[in-house]
């Protein structure tokens, strides 16, 4: 089965400011990441800040330009989209912000940021758009009474919950999540990521979803990418992530979750120094300068380790199959 | 969508400083438009020789040393004070913005052209850039003067407005806008010359001040307004010699560009207050 999306070997660079002297050094942030989403399911994408997981979903859905690679959603070549065509395929494809502080225009009322998907695509006549708005807006659980309310006047996860009605104004098939509940108070992320999931049923909908907590990942996903420096280091089914990691880095952020039960023995991992500068890619794996593994050698310097199968999972180790800890 | 015009200012006549700065303002006009109408010639010279005489009932505001109504006159000046005021930023101020907003928005080499023009246009001071195009034009009309008043007053704003739009553009409203399939122009409409708008009438609230000023200062060098039609920049110049033996010829052209500019204040703050629904 053809997955709803599929990204094959995205790379995006960013060109520095140049200096008087010298050139201009380049931002490596994604270095040709592949991945697919079937339709209904999540495909979770952690890593750290600066690991390119938000420049990916921002390419995927070309509100950047990739430099290589392809992204073709549902048989349409995404990267290669005339106008028309992507005008089109925006309504398909849609995105939920992180900060639900700046993602609503202070000076429009909620009903017209709601709408704004409708109004742009003359979706419905005027008569039948403030039943619309309505209706979205009791699907993510607002009072549709405060459609003509300002933005200022909502808490975090009220907003986020207008950024999701927002998105789905347009019947989408696919949302990338940009760390939708990473703003909020753990106990708004539960109803943001519940109100997600009855969502994703209800609407079969298929779910980018961007994060870097693990608890949160485990709830929503059905797949996870774990990122590395613009990298996919690991991908596989949740379970078998989270439970058997075969990267070293994703054993190291696997430790770094909170255990809520204090009698727990647990050893934290704690990983030394930085990732590599993006500017300057090291030729052998970006992991090697912090990896812990009992294995690493002079390969792990000399030689960039792919992705490959393993099990049911991909991983990009050359020593995958020793465990690391 | 907040705010049509109209919107906005029922909310600026809510607040009491607003609607203190409209009336006033009002009132100016009222007098600019209506007041030479009622009033006495300003260029006749009923008493020529008599020097000036201070404020009386025939004439409230004291004549000058020529004998004309200081009152006719300051009337005929708001006509023309305000209209260069008002027209000239009304020409700036749409200027700066479109140039700001295409520079924000489309950046690459046509932002830097523009803002390179602007950096050299910075550079040289501005009443230089008058004075040359006034030496090359003498006795230049009116319009022409609005005009080029106008078109050397918008280099700020289009820097403040290119600014504001390069920290819009950033937002996740506009991101969010694009991912909708939103055109350029929709972004510009809806998101970017709203939310700038703020930023504009701060703009405008001081270059008002200063273009009545610049008028006044080129009045005085002779290459502005030409005598005998009276500005109040010219009034009060043209009266400098006088001040200590008759003040009301400096005092009243005087407090009449102070009130304006007050005036503007008041309603500037309110505009933007109004115009922002967090304070609504």
Not at chain 2, 31 to 43: E, H, I, K, N, T
Request: contains cysteine.
């Amino acid at each position: 089965m053809t997955p709803l999306l599929q990204v094959t070997g995205l790379v995006k660079h960013f060109a520095g400011t140049r200096k008087l002297f010298g050139r201009a050094a380049t931002v490596h942030a994604l270095n040709g990441i592949s991945f697919g989403v079937e339709a209904g399911e999540t495909l979770a994408l952690v890593g750290e800040s600066g690991s390119g997981k938000t420049t990916a979903g921002r390419t995927v859905l070309r509100l950047l330009d990739a430099d290589q690679g392809a992204v073709v959603f549902d048989g349409i070549d995404v990267l290669a989209a005339d106008r028309s065509t992507l005008k089109a395929l925006r309504r398909r494809m849609q995105i939920v912000f992180q900060d639900p502080y700046g993602s609503l225009d202070p000076r429009m009322t909620i009903g017209d940021s709601i709408a704004e998907g409708i109004d742009i695509h003359r979706l419905l006549p005027r008569s039948e758009r403030p039943g619309r708005v309505a209706q979205l807006m009791t699907e993510v659980g607002l009072d549709p009474s405060f459609a003509s309310r300002y933005p200022h006047e909502f808490s975090g996860g009220q907003r986020q919950r207008i950024g999701i009605a927002r998105a789905l104004a347009v019947n989408p098939a696919f949302v990338v999540l940009d760390e939708p509940v990473s703003a909020l108070d753990v106990s708004v992320q539960a109803q943001v990521l519940n109100l997600l999931q009855d969502l994703q049923r209800d609407r079969n909908l298929s779910f980018l979803f961007i994060a870097h907590d693990l608890s949160v990942v485990r709830q929503m996903a059905r797949r996870i990418a774990v990122m590395y420096y613009g990298r996919i280091v690991e991908l596989g089914p949740r379970d078998e992530v989270l439970e058997h990691p075969r990267h070293p880095y994703t054993t190291a952020l696997i430790s770094a979750v909170p255990e809520p039960d204090p009698a727990t023995q647990r050893t934290r991992i704690v990983l030394p120094g930085d990732p590599p500068s993006p500017t300057v890619p090291p030729p052998g794996c970006p992991f090697a300068s912090r990896c812990f593994h009992p294995a690493k050698d002079a390969r792990c310097e000399s030689e960039r380790p792919e992705l490959r199968a393993l099990g049911s999972t991909e991983v990009a180790c050359h020593h995958a199959e020793t465990p690391a800890a | 969508m907040t705010g049509s015009l109209l919107t906005t200012l029922r909310n600026a006549w809510r607040n009491p400083s607003g609607r203190w700065g409209l009336l006033i303002l009002g009132a100016l006009i009222l007098f600019a438009v209506a007041g030479p109408w009622f009033l006495a010639d300003p260029a006749a010279m009923p008493a020529l020789g008599e020097g000036a005489t201070a404020p009386t009932l025939a004439h409230p505001f004291g004549t000058d040393p020529t004998s004309r109504d200081i009152l006719a006159r300051t009337a005929t000046g708001a006509r023309i004070s305000l209209s260069i005021a008002g027209l000239a930023v009304l020409l700036s101020l749409t200027v700066g913005t479109a140039i700001g907003l295409v520079a924000g928005f489309i950046g690459g080499w046509p932002d830097s052209l523009l803002m390179r023009i602007v950096d050299g246009a910075l550079a040289i001071p501005r009443l230089f850039i008058l004075l040359l195009l006034l030496v090359v034009w003498e006795r230049m009309p009116l319009g022409a003067l609005i005009l080029v008043i106008g078109l050397t007053g918008w280099f700020g704003t289009s820097r403040l407005v290119r600014a504001e739009v390069l920290r819009l553009k950033a937002e996740g409203y506009v991101q969010a806008a694009r991912a909708l399939g939103a055109a350029r122009r929709w972004t510009i409409f809806r998101h970017l010359l709203p939310n700038a708008l703020g930023v504009v009438l701060v703009s405008a609230t001081l270059a008002i001040g200063d273009v009545i000023l610049l008028e006044a200062g080129l009045s005085y060098l002779g290459v502005g307004v030409q005598p005998p039609t009276p500005s109040w920049g010219l009034m009060v110049f043209d009266a400098r010699n006088d001040f200590s033996i008759a003040p009301w010829t400096v005092v009243f052209p005087g407090l009449a560009i102070l009130v304006t500019v007050l005036a503007v204040n008041l309603v500037s703050d309110a505009l933007r207050a109004a115009f922002d629904p967090r304070s609504a």
